[in-house]
């Protein structure tokens, strides 16, 4: 066996292998971790990373007391990363501009309580304008919550995004990403230099620190947006 194999990357790759060349077709039951070890000269326990991991990527179907199982229908997962606005606007090839339209500290709507589950405790409401050379990129309306992130309060907002501010610091554990469709109404169309009623791409985010909520962001970018992303 190659010493490539003898890590848990280097097992998983060749099960990855085995099951993209047909030798463990889909459905098909695989050998157990201690014959793998024992093939792939590795422990247990660097085989059980291995399939693990393809386990939660859905490769394979892994049941108590039945074995594992090469996935019948294996479940395609994108993978998003939390964009930095600006090097989304400079990896296009375009000069980046900022502008705070306003900063705030308020009750949120009920939506956005009920979401973040912050009651009536004021947050930091932040709306920006993201620029791709002379242009609108995108219009991101967001929240914070200052019980959690309180260095949040001394923070302008004026010359760095939140976007960025946030990434850089404010850890977080987890979070949900949406995406929707929507017409800009008389004020996005304004802040965003489109006709009123045009078709907005928008992507909802809302992000935690354990089960304290961070921030919620709502960024709309502008008519005719593109996302790609990676399987």
């Keep these: 066996m190659t010493e490539a194999i003898r890590t848990w ?34 422990a247990r326990a660097t085989v059980n990373r ?10 394979l179907d892994r049941r108590r007391k039945a074995g594992t199982r090469v996935a019948l229908q294996p479940v395609a997962k994108a993978t998003l990363d939390i ?5 989304e606007v400079e990896a296009r090839g375009k000069e980046y501009g900022y502008r705070c339209l306003a900063r705030t500290e308020a009750p949120p709507p009920d939506d956005i309580a009920t979401a973040m589950q912050t009651g009536d405790a004021p947050l ?22 200052p019980g959690v992130i309180a260095a949040a309060r001394d923070e302008p907002f004026t010359r760095i995004s939140a976007n960025e501010w946030l990434l850089a610091n404010a850890p977080y554990t987890h979070g949900e990403i949406g995406f929707s469709a929507t017409n800009a109404d ?9 006709a009123t009623g045009s078709a907005l791409f928008v992507l909802d985010r809302l992000t935690w620190d354990h089960a304290r909520a961070i921030t919620r962001v709502a960024i709309f970018y502008a008519p005719g947006h593109r996302m790609r992303t990676g399987l």
Excluded at 83 to 87: D, F, W
């Design 50 to 59: 291995a399939l693990r991991t393809l386990a939660e990527a859905g490769l």
């Design 83 to 87: 964009p930095v606005l600006r090097l």
């Design 124 to 145: 930091l409401h932040i709306r920006a304008l993201h620029l791709a050379g002379d242009a609108p990129y995108a219009l991101e309306d967001r929240w914070i919550n």
């Design 9 to 42: 990357q280097g097992v998983m790759e060749e099960v990855r292998r085995r099951i993209h060349a047909r030798d463990w077709p889909p459905g098909a039951l695989i050998p157990n971790e201690a014959d793998l070890a024992a093939e792939f000269g590795v």
């Design 186 to 194: 008389g004020r996005e169309a304004a802040e965003l230099g489109c």
